[in-house]
Each structure stands twice: as structure tokens, then as C-alpha cells.
């Protein structure tokens, strides 16, 4: 029986000894609770303004109910902890086009690769035809590692040595539609934001798709590796301010990742909300919780709470 995400996340989550329900454990709920609280949330990578912010919630809150035991504090934690999480639960849908071009970019080693070998896989599963686009033109590791994936879940790939990447996704964006498939998966290579001639690549890659379709790319995904806590966000901001995103697959939780990080991605994706209300949301569609084709879940807020705070 295959060992469920939940308990990898949380024996994940657990091995980083940031533990927060160590907080909890204390008789009464006293200044020496909120500040042993704001440190645990903050070595958990939830970063100043979502610890701040959940802070307040949580003092607010406890004061409204007039609870005094620290459990009870903990259960008012968990509560708001979801409710700021909970906009980030969104289903990734397919159908509404076909293809349904889906861009996927990332820094190198976040596991983009593993992660569209993955979503392949859940795709498949839901009855979903999927074409594979490497527009990693330059890396032939990178092309061969997306061909293995397209070979074990039995789906094709357009793959092509050197080359514009831009081209190489319009050729895949073309073929997914003279074939009738229902998704174009377009991985691209993996690049650090401060390398702005690949960022600009990246922007150049939507253009073209664009052209190919007018109505895709209808997802841009950043893929983050769960354990690099505040560089994660900035990572997600950088990536959204080139390409504007519309989702994320958070990677490796089910290794030493804190976790928090999701609370400081929920807090800014509120933020941008309030300030660019036309643009899509950036929800969590799914998180790697393991190496394997199937260790790929979708984001719940109210169990990622639980396991994080268990
Ligand atoms: P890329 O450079 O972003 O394409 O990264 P890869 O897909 O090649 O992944 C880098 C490493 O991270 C590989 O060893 C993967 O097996 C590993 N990896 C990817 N996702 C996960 C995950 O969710 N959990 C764990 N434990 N490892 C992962």
C-alpha cells in the first residue's frame, strides 16, 4: 500500500525539527507562547509578513473567543493558517481548450522535469491525450530526460536538436492541434531569474505560442522546489512579473522542506489579487511530495494546515 502524501508531508515537515506544535505544549496561552510562535513560523519559511500576518489572526482571534488554553490556540492557528491557504486550492482544468497549452518554466534542479512527467501521468490517467513540447533546445540531458517521461507514459513529444526553443513550441502547439490532442505540456529550459536574456526567452516562447493559438498559452506553471523556502517567493515573483503566471506545482515535500513557504506564496498571491484584480489567480495545482510518477497531489489547504501544524 502506497505510503499516503500526508503522512510523507508530515514526516517531511517533521524531519526539519522547525516543529510548531512544539509550541503548543505549555499551560497557558502568555506572551512567551506568541513569541515562541513567531519564531517557529519563521524557521518554518513563512517569512516576516505572513508570520506577521498570521500573528495578528491568531491574537485576534484568541481574544474574540476568550479561549485560554494553548491547544485551543493551535486549533485557531491551524483555521487561519487554511482560510489564508485556501484561495491557493484550485483544480488545474482541461477541456475548456484543445489543446490546452500548458507552459511549464522553473529554475534548474526545482524539479520541473520529474514534475511534467508527472502531471503527463495525471493527465493521462483523467483520459487526457498529452503531447510533450522539449523546448530545452540546448541541454540534450534535458531533452532525453523529457523523452524517458514521454516513453513511460506512452505519449509523443516534438524534440529538436538546437533550435530555436520559441520555434520548437509553435511546431508542438501546431502538431497538438493537426492531431487533436487535448494538452501541449511545453517544457522549457530551467534558468535563474537574474539571467534576463532566458527570462526573455521565456516571454518570447509565450509570443510565439500565442501565434500558433491565440487563445494559449491557457496555463503558465512555475514549478519551486519546496525547500528553498523565501527564494521560492522570489523566484515566483520574478517569474510572474515576466510571463504573469497561473499556477505552481511546489516540489520535494516529503523531503526536508518547512512548508511555510506556502503561507508567505498564499499571502503574496492575496496581495497581487487586491493590487492586479484582472489578472488569473496563481493557485497551488499540485505539490511533489516524492521521485515517482505518481508522487504528484493536489494542494488542500485545510490537510496541508493540519500536517504542518501536527
Ligand atoms: P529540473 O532540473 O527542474 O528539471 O529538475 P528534475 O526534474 O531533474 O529534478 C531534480 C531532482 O529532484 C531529481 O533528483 C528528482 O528526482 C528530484 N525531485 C523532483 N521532484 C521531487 C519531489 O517531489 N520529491 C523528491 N523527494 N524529489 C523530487
Redesign the pocket.
Known sequence: VREHWVSKLRSGLNKTGASISGVFTGTQIDEALYEDLESALLMADSGTGATAYLLDEVRRRVKDSGVTHPVAVKNILTDALTQLLKPLEQALVIGEFKPTVIMVA????????????KLTRHLANEGASVLLAAADTFRAA?RE?LEVWADRNRVEIVSQEGGDPAAVSFDAVSAGKARGKDVVLVDTA?RLPTQLHLMEELRKIKRVVSKADSTAPHEIIL?I??NTGQNALSQVKAFDDILQLTGLIV?????TAKGGVLAAIALWARERAKASPGLKPVPVYF?????KLE??ETFNAREFSQALLA
Open positions: 522553473g529554475v534548474n534542479g526545482a524539479g520541473k522535469t520529474t514534475s511534467i512527467g534535458a530526460q530551467g514549478v522546489d519546496g516540489t520535494k515535500l516529503d523531503g505539490i511533489g511530495v516524492g521521485e508522487d504528484l
